[in-house]
């Protein structure tokens, strides 16, 4: 009988310390933890999948009910070896990918007319209902996929395969898997054990559903049905949760080249407390998934992505609010640097259609979730390059009218205007160069602390002085690329000298304040 035991076989694929990429064993991926910079896979789907089941596994071995155990365990550094080898010697036959009875993550006994092309589970392949993202072959191609793969897709399915119409069964439509459509908010620490450590603190919850039979997906006796608008029956099951029922059917040779494949269990519509979600509330209709934005650089949303407050815009994942507090009380160094790593796709809505994926880091100090006028500063910097960009799209606006109305001689029709200025694309342009020299931003903001007359604290003297400079810099760069695709006629030449007349002046009046300070600080010898 063919077999593929995930607690020993390599398939979770890691970089280590030393920087280089390996395999690890379920086992050894959470043994080995904190020799493992990073648990890092090409796709961030299953990036951030994987994440979600060793946290399943590592709730089942290590159940906390306090910061005070956390705190035991992060002072360890790392994992009870001893622990997990009791637990994974249990119930090694449920690890088994290929097991007849019992295949992980996976329904047993489904048995259907069809057999679908085992690709359909990668996103990257065409198959079935997959947009065609990055292959283009048909569902006659049927390639042999190695077992690790096959494992790592499957868990990736479960938690991000997307409503796509009536099943394969026929009764039942497919419904959204827990992580289809938002953006997943990892936070990340200098190895696997931190990172895996950190996110635990967001399963550390009081409002999750509860019962004695909360188990793991692997742990459940009797196989489930597919059903819709299911409740977890706790965090075990949830994170654990089988939103598709899928059998991998290895050939003759054991090649793994099809699946059964078909909806399998689905939450209700109204459940919004997914711990490693952002929600964004909303007067009329409550919570809302914060979703990626194609158009919107992830970074312009910081502010709100670090704002604990009870009226903040944002509900975040609850291990910011543990952080802070461990921050506070010392258990963890004020003084360090954690990221968000957030993961995901953007799917067209109401559609199985994938745009994009991201996997998107932001540096965090504990100091913005704990001082609030830092947090405030930091919106300060947000607040002027959202200004900045007005005055851009303002200055771009007026030179397609000045050109519209050169060529016409008359006054154009405003729809004419606003097809030219988007035509010239300088907006996305503009984003594009700030999101590196923002990140800079956020690592040395904390540390740029003056005192005012009265012995407060002032953040961001010189740091939003230099910020002004960068925005300066990328909108007159945006604003030049515009006019480079314009002919040298003198009429072309005439109405850029009108409109970038006025843009220059309007530039200077946004960031006058933020320039000024910056020359008085020069001037007086570059005081920190």
């Known amino acids: 009988m063919p077999s593929f035991n995930l607690i020993d076989q390599k398939w979770i694929p890691c970089v280590m310390s030393g920087g280089e990429a390996r395999e690890l064993s379920l086992r050894d991926a959470l043994i080995e933890a904190d020799q493992a910079r990073e648990l890092f896979d090409a796709s961030p789907l299953v990036t951030a999948a ?32 001893a622990k997990l080898d009791t637990y994974f010697d249990r119930w090694r036959e449920r690890f088994d990918l290929l097991h007849p009875q019992k295949p992980f993550y996976q329904l047993g006994d489904l048995t259907l007319g069809r057999r679908t092309p085992l690709k359909r589970l990668g996103w990257e392949f065409a198959a079935g209902n997959n947009g065609t993202l990055f292959d283009h072959s048909s569902d006659d191609d049927r390639p042999a996929i190695e077992p690790e793969v096959a494992a790592r897709w499957i868990v990736a399915t479960h938690c991000f395969a997307a409503s796509a119409g009536r099943g394969e069964t026929g009764q039942l439509h497919t419904k959204d898997s827990p992580w289809s459509r938002g953006a997943v908010i990892l936070l990340q620490g200098d190895n696997l054990f931190e990172t895996l450590s950190l996110n635990l603190l967001n399963l550390l919850r009081t409002d999750f559903p509860r019962s004695d039979e909360d188990l793991p997906a692997w742990e459940k006796d009797v196989d489930w049905q597919p059903q819709h608008d299911q409740t977890p029956d706790g965090m075990l099951e949830y ?125 965090l100090s504990a100091d913005y979730l704990n001082e609030k006028p830092l947090l405030d500063k930091l919106r300060d910097t947000i607040t002027l390059s959202e200004e900045v960009a007005r005055v851009l799209q303002s200055g771009v606006f007026s030179l397609a009218r000045a050109l519209l109305e050169f060529l016409a001689d008359r006054q154009p029709d405003k729809k004419d205007v606003q097809q030219m200025t988007a035509h010239l694309q300088t907006e996305s342009f503009y984003w594009s160069q700030l999101e590196a020299p923002f990140k800079r931003l956020l690592i040395t903001l904390p540390s740029d602390q003056t005192l005012d007359d009265e012995g407060e604290t002032v953040y961001g003297k010189r740091a939003l002085a230099d910020w002004a400079r960068v925005l300066e810099k990328a909108a007159r760069d945006a604003f030049h690329i515009a006019t480079r695709s314009l002919d040298g006629s003198s009429r072309a030449l005439k109405a850029v000298a009108i409109a970038e007349r006025s843009f220059r002046g309007k530039l200077r009046e946004a960031l006058k304040s933020y320039l000024e300070t910056n020359n008085q600080t020069n001037t007086n010898g570059g005081e920190q």
């Open 239 to 363: 994170l654990t949760w089988q939103s598709r029922a899928i059998k991998l059917l290895p050939d003759g040779n054991g090649d793994l080249r099809e699946c059964h494949f078909a909806q399998g269990r689905a939450v209700h519509n109204d459940f919004k407390i997914e711990p490693m979600y952002a929600y964004k509330r909303d007067q009329k209709l409550g919570l809302l998934i914060w979703l990626f934005n194609e158009d919107r650089a992830l970074w312009r949303d910081s502010h709100a992505l670090f704002n604990l407050s009870g009226d903040a815009p944002f509900q975040i994942p609850q291990a910011l609010h543990h952080l802070a507090r461990l921050v506070r009380e010392g258990v963890l160094d004020r003084q360090r640097l954690y990221r968000l790593q957030i993961l995901g796709q953007c799917l067209e809505s109401g559609q199985p259609t994938i745009h994009f994926w991201r996997n998107e880091r932001l540096p």
């Open 50 to 81: 994987l994440h979600r089941m060793l946290l399943a596994a590592l709730w089942r071995v290590f159940p906390l009910r306090s910061l005070a155990e956390w705190k035991t365990m992060w002072q360890a550094k790392r994992f009870d070896a």
